[in-house]
């Protein structure tokens, strides 16, 4: 998924408040992403909008995922988002 040891560089000087912080902030772009794949947006646009090497890795790692219909898109986000947050949470271990 993503890379584990880029995470750990990127955000080995925050302290516990701020981990928190960034992981919430890493957990809404994951949402974010998620919701653009479940409408439809391409691949190749999404991966315009950031050169950080670990926000791509996020924008690729929602696009393996599979889009689903209307009326089944919530779930698939919401967990895509919960992986996100909990790979952030434990890195920071």
């Not at 981990?19 to 902030?25: A, L, R, W, Y």
């Amino acid at each position: 998924m993503i890379k584990p040891l880029l995470l750990t560089l990127a955000l080995a000087s925050t302290q516990l408040a701020a981990e928190e912080t960034v992981c919430e902030k890493m957990a809404g772009f994951a949402q974010t992403v998620m919701e653009n794949r479940q409408a439809g947006v391409p691949l190749v646009k999404m991966i315009k909008i950031t050169d950080n090497e670990l926000l791509q890795d996020i924008i690729k790692t929602a696009y393996k995922r599979p889009q689903y219909p209307e009326g089944y898109r919530t779930k698939p986000v919401t967990d895509f988002q919960n992986d996100i947050y909990l790979e952030c949470l434990w890195s920071m271990d």
